[in-house]
């Protein structure tokens, strides 16, 4: 098995090599047809791109009846027309269009999409409509009418997103900056690289239910992280947690909530130790 292992060693400058061509393939896409641009171009290309990249970003989220962004699509989050990545689409606009919703057609070559649409999977396995065929037995074209002879004239399945709303109830959203404040849910900071859609931050590749910040639940009350740990708890709380967040790291649920430094750190266990020796 050893035999087959290819073992790779970089120097520095080759390290930062792969970096750039990295930051490349994220700023160009698949602007440049295949074929690297050449320094000038490269140089060129972000003059005329980037600025207006920076100014009108599409945040594209899908989204339940209650508001909540159960999933943040970001540049290689599949479209329902089954090419694989949102950067597949035209996302990049010199002036924003006055239309709503703002279009996001796909850019591959005879495809018929017209608008980007997100559509969950369960597992690594795609879901079924009600007809019980798959998305790609359905037209990309919205509403989605089904190939395979059957009456269903429009995709609808029943499959049950995590935050309790079916998949049908849910809807995929292109809004703009000043859009996407005013519904209170954060942009994140500027960047330059292609299809970032709803991606702001690490926590946007969670699931909505399960992401503690303003595009999810939200993070919870200080009163929920400092109450004592009850029968339902995790066993490491039940054994170290029940203290609130004045006295310590680690202790209780409140211990995510609050940074320490490393004096902090070093004081409340030089304290928990001192406890133990006199007992």
Not at 30 to 51: A, I, Q, R, W
Not at 223 to 229: H, I, K, T
């Amino acid at each position: 098995m050893d035999q087959n292992l290819i073992h790779l060693k970089l120097d520095a400058s080759a390290a930062a090599s792969i970096d750039e061509y990295w930051e490349y393939k994220k700023i160009v896409g698949d602007d440049d047809g295949g074929k690297l641009f050449s320094p000038e171009e490269y140089e060129e290309y972000k003059k005329k791109v980037l600025p207006q990249r920076l100014k009108n970003r599409l945040f594209v989220s899908w989204t339940n009846p209650d508001g909540l962004d159960c999933k943040l699509v970001g540049p290689e989050t599949p479209c329902f027309c089954e090419h694989r990545l949102y950067v597949q689409h035209k996302t990049d606009y010199s002036s924003l269009p006055d239309t709503r919703p703002i279009p996001v057609p796909c850019k591959v070559a005879g495809c018929k999409c017209r608008h980007y649409n997100f559509v969950p999977k369960n597992g690594s396995q795609p879901i079924r409509c009600q007809c019980k065929h798959y998305t790609d037995d359905h037209s990309e074209c919205s509403p989605h009418r089904c190939l395979k002879g059957c009456k269903c004239i429009a995709f609808k399945s029943s499959f049950t997103c995590g935050c309790g709303f079916p998949t049908h109830e849910h809807k995929t959203i292109v809004e703009t900056k000043e859009e996407r404040k005013s519904r209170g849910h954060p942009v994140g900071q500027d960047v330059p690289y292609a299809a970032m859609g709803g991606i702001t931050g690490f926590s946007s590749l969670m699931e909505g239910y399960m992401r503690l910040d303003d595009s999810g639940i939200g993070p919870p009350p200080l009163e929920l992280l400092n109450q004592a740990p009850g029968p339902h708890d995790h066993a490491f709380l039940k054994a170290y947690g029940g203290l609130s967040l004045e006295d310590g790291p680690g202790q209780g649920r409140g211990a995510v909530a609050r940074r320490t430094t490393e004096e902090e750190d070093m004081a409340w266990f030089e304290k928990r130790y001192q406890e133990r020796v006199i007992k």
